[in-house]
């Protein structure tokens, strides 16, 4: 929907506007206010209301459709969940109480193919994955419920459909260990996360780039169907794990110990700022892995994306998973976005500098006891 397409209700003109614009007015970028609602046939839509310029204007996409954006979205992601479409009908009548049609479904998957990038995989998939193998999924009960997810059918897909990315298959074998061999009990003790490290890194050798991403047009189609800020990062984590091509795991626990640290520090000279000891742990649940590019991507969804900088978390992360799967560092990147902004980099450029002088083994094994 254009910015520039305008409706009119009542006596005023109400504008259309996208997720991402909500923080000003689209016309005067003057501040902004709730003002009423809109009722619909099954929902009632938000009218914002600017003083200075006297407009109305409503963040919703919808216009003119029947159905909430929220059916819309669960309908698409069923049908990714390789349901019928009498199957999606019956679920969506039993969650929301509103029937919907297989013609109105079909409709809906060629209106939103563009948000939709799995459609190209489904065909192949259906035929050699059964629905209860397509993904691997738990509940981790650490210190708050975590919703872990593991898409099988399109890891090994995306494995085996170019040859850069089959030495990524450990982090397969990784993946679909999470269910069953995560250390709950170390998650669920008072552990520092690796989100709780900030500003300890030196980064003048950090290249951060801002990029156009797909990612960010998800976040901005799939952040209107709710309000509620949590429940946005589990919609957006959801519906990319089903309908993008290429995320593969979501809210994927991980952890640096002792011993992973000090391989870092003393066998590979990276320059980590601050230290472990034997019984500790960092800890932490990375938004969301991707495959792409011949990288494995590292993913963070950030409402404000703009005014943060979670590179320290990021690079945490990076490390825990390298030690994990025995994948390079090398071959990772990290990338934080919303629905406007996308940053991404090389952990490696963190931890690594050019110019840092390999210790002598005395001297490591004289930091090493030091350390313990």
């Known amino acids: 929907m254009k910015q520039s397409q305008l409706i009119k209700e009542g006596d005023a003109e109400e504008k259309l506007i996208s997720y991402k614009n909500l923080d000003k007015c689209p016309y005067c970028s003057g501040k902004i206010v709730k003002r009423g609602v809109r009722k619909k046939k ?26 909430p954006l929220r059916i819309i979205l669960d309908s698409l992601t069923y049908h990714n969940k390789l349901y019928s479409f009498e199957e999606i009908s019956n679920l969506i009548e039993y969650k ?10 079909s409709r809906w998957l060629l209106e939103y193919k563009k948000y939709l990038p799995f459609l190209r995989m489904r065909e192949f998939i259906i035929k050699n994955y059964s629905r209860k193998d397509l993904v691997e999924e738990s509940k981790l009960i650490h210190q708050q419920v975590y919703d872990f997810k593991f898409h099988r059918a399109k890891t090994d897909l995306i494995l085996n459909e170019e040859f850069r990315h089959s030495k990524f298959k450990p982090l397969k074998d990784f993946l679909e260990l999470v269910s069953t061999e995560c250390p ?4 669920r003790e008072k552990q520092e996360r690796a989100s709780e490290k900030k500003n300890d890194f030196d980064l003048n050798q950090v290249k951060i780039i801002p990029k156009k991403s797909s990612a960010s047009n998800f ?8 309000n509620n800020n949590k429940e946005r990062h589990e919609v957006l984590e959801e519906f990319m794990i089903f309908n993008d091509s290429v995320t593969i795991a979501i809210e994927v626990p991980v952890l640096l110990d002792f011993d992973d640290l000090n391989h870092y520090k003393f066998e590979l000279n990276f320059d980590i700022p601050f230290s472990l000891k034997e019984e500790e742990y960092l800890t932490g649940h990375i938004d969301l892995i991707q495959i792409r590019n011949g990288s494995i991507y ?15 978390q990021l690079t945490l992360y990076a490390l825990a998973l390298s030690r994990l799967t025995g994948i390079r560092l090398y071959h990772f ?29 005395s001297q490591k094994r004289l930091e090493l006891k030091n350390e313990n």
């Open 42 to 67: 099954f929902e009632e839509v938000q009218i914002y209301y600017c003083k200075k310029c006297d407009k109305r204007f409503t963040s919703q996409i919808t216009k003119n459709k029947t159905y």
């Open 96 to 105: 929301y109480g509103i029937k919907i049609s297989s013609q109105t479904i």
């Open 184 to 187: 709950h009990q170390i998650f």
């Open 219 to 226: 976040a901005n189609f799939v952040v209107q169907a709710v």
């Open 298 to 312: 590292i993913m963070d969804f950030k409402p404000s994306a703009k005014k943060e900088k979670p590179i320290a």
């Open 333 to 361: 990147k990290c990338a934080w976005f919303d629905s406007e902004n996308y940053f991404e980099f090389f952990p490696l450029h963190v931890v690594y500098k050019i110019n840092k002088k390999r210790l002598p083994k």
